[in-house]
């Protein structure tokens, strides 16, 4: 499974570099329960973002500034959730409705993030589906952002969240 997880990964990372984000950082393959997994970025691009090239490049502004560390996850979420600069090194997570229409605007987020923890072998405490993958992720620190109600906002550099009218 930690394979198939990683490769997931490494195939969104090749899509936000598509669609015009630096990646920073060396590429290596980290050890994981005896099995290699990407160092990062871990990014989850959830189908309500984007299942196509060309709709992921009207979500994204190739012309701000996108950057993201081989250290950070990301959780992009939401119909209307389009990025106009974003600058990640941690953990960030945004969450939308359908009827909310979000922008971030030249975000900067910077924190603990997330890390990958080797489980340890033979402990019946830890449930079968989390011990078949070898590792868990220990979440010390997340911008998080869940906008469901309806109308547009933005996100802006500072994280604060602007409600436009």
Request: proline residues 4%; hydrophobic residues 30%.
């Amino acid at each position: 499974l930690s394979s198939a997880e990683s490769d997931k990964y490494i195939q969104n990372q090749r899509k936000l570099e598509f669609a015009g984000f630096q990646i920073e950082g060396e590429e290596q393959d980290v050890l994981m329960a005896g099995i290699p997994v990407t160092s990062g970025p871990r990014v989850i691009l959830c189908s309500a973002f984007s299942i196509s090239q060309e709709e992921l490049k009207e979500k994204i502004n190739a012309d701000s500034e996108l950057t993201i560390t081989r250290r950070s996850s990301l959780v992009l979420e939401g119909h209307n959730l389009k990025i106009d600069g974003l600058s990640l090194d941690g953990a960030l997570t945004i969450h939308t409705g359908d009827d909310t229409y979000v922008t971030v605007k030249d975000l900067k987020v910077q924190n603990k993030g997330w890390t990958l923890t080797d489980l340890p072998e033979d402990d019946p405490s830890i449930p079968e589906y989390v011990r078949i993958r070898g590792y868990t992720m220990t979440k010390h620190e997340t911008a998080e952002y869940h906008l469901y109600e309806p109308g547009h906002f933005v996100i802006q550099s500072d994280g604060k969240v602007q409600k436009l009218e």
